[in-house]
């Protein structure tokens, strides 16, 4: 199982970013995906997730601001970001949970200016 991010970068605060996730191989028993974030001396922490439902959760600092969606057909999530802030500056991970063990990417950089 593989996981390719992308739509990382650059932005001013108040700008908008656009994370994709696409998953390749044989997966069974996808429970959620999701997006966790890693800011410079701090725990990785969850962003938001989509369950195989459809039913979504959010972590408060973005909760407003930020938008997870799910592409089953293609294996894909996304993660859309209006209103970004400094503090929302980090590696940003795509996160596959599945019944018996959780897949991760490689991390894709997200920078917001002041």
């Known amino acids: 199982v593989q996981l390719v991010e992308s739509g990382g970068g650059l932005v001013q605060a108040g700008g908008s970013l656009r994370l994709s996730c696409a998953a390749s191989?044989?997966?069974?028993?996808?429970?959620?995906m999701g997006w966790y974030r890693q800011a410079p001396g701090k725990q990785r922490e969850l962003v938001a997730a989509?369950?195989?439902?459809?039913?979504?959760n959010y972590a408060d600092s973005v909760k407003g601001r930020f938008t997870i969606s799910r592409d089953n057909a293609k294996s894909t999530v996304y993660l859309q970001m209006n209103s970004l802030e400094p503090e929302d500056t980090a590696v940003y991970y795509c996160?596959?949970?599945?019944?018996?063990?959780?897949?991760w990417g490689q991390g894709t950089q997200v920078t917001v200016s002041s």
């Open positions: 996160n596959l949970h599945t019944v018996v063990v959780d897949y």
């Open positions: 191989g044989i997966i069974f028993n996808i429970n959620a």
């Open positions: 989509i369950t195989s439902g459809g039913s979504t």
